[in-house]
């Protein structure tokens, strides 16, 4: 019983600070384009940069990738190339939500839309 209770104050306690989520979702959502990771594949061979809106940003192709004259493993580097930088993209933005949310006082697990 004192669960639910808690739950509720909990719950009064967020929609107290909805303004300030409001304004942080909204700061949040401007600095997804600044923030960039890069991910590379073929020891260099392909380099791709991409953004926080899952954005490719640049994508660099060396001299020596395209010396083979083999197009189906230069499309495999720049689609590792591209999924490594996604992953890390990710990894940054699920890092910063979740200190968002903690600085925000809101609950561990509880999932706010809009924040990825």
């Known amino acids: 019983m004192f ?3 808690r739950g509720m104050g909990q719950m009064a306690n967020l929609m107290r600070q909805l303004p300030k989520m409001q ?3 909204e700061e949040h959502q ?3 384009g600044q923030i960039t990771a890069e991910g590379d594949a073929g020891a260099g061979m392909v380099k791709v940069k991409v953004n926080g809106r899952h954005e490719m940003v640049s ?3 060396s ?3 395209f010396k083979g004259n083999d197009r ?13 930088a996604l992953k890390k993209i990710e990894e940054g933005i699920g890092e910063s939500v979740a ?8 609950p561990p697990g509880m ?3 809009g924040l990825s």
């Not at 189906?72 to 999924?83: F, G, P």
């Not at 200190?99 to 809101?106: E, L, N, P, R």
């Open 111 to 113: 999932n706010l839309p």
């Open 3 to 5: 669960d639910m209770f």
């Open 23 to 25: 304004a942080a979702l």
């Open 63 to 65: 001299e020596e990738a």
């Open 72 to 84: 189906e493993m230069l499309e495999d580097l720049v689609k590792a190339a591209t999924n490594q």
């Open 99 to 106: 200190q968002m949310t903690q600085q925000m006082g809101v």
């Open 59 to 61: 994508c660099s192709i």
């Open 30 to 32: 401007q600095r997804l």
